[in-house]
């Protein structure tokens, strides 16, 4: 498959034990990457919606469902 260079999506690295595992900080990288990747705003507002309906545990796994691919996460 080929591509335009603006459809490139750089890989985001986030260490969850630092300040960029805090939660708002990976609400707002969610919505960013949303955006970025083509979903629509209530796709977006879906995913957000699904983060924030458990604990962080839950807010991560969802984090890395929807963006895995596109996101390295430590621990």
């Known amino acids: 498959m080929i591509k335009t260079i603006s459809e490139k999506v750089p890989v985001i690295e986030?260490?969850?034990n630092g300040p960029e595992g805090n939660i708002h900080i990976?609400?707002?990288y969610a919505r960013k990457l949303g955006y970025t990747l083509g979903l629509a705003e209530e796709e977006v507002k879906d995913v957000l919606?699904?983060?924030?309906?458990?604990?962080?545990e839950h807010l991560?796994?969802?984090?890395e469902e929807h963006f895995g691919n596109f996101v390295i996460m430590y621990r």
Do not use: K, P
């Open 14 to 16: 986030i260490d969850l």
């Open 26 to 28: 990976l609400l707002a």
């Open 49 to 56: 919606n699904e983060m924030q309906s458990g604990d962080y």
């Open 60 to 63: 991560v796994r969802v984090f």
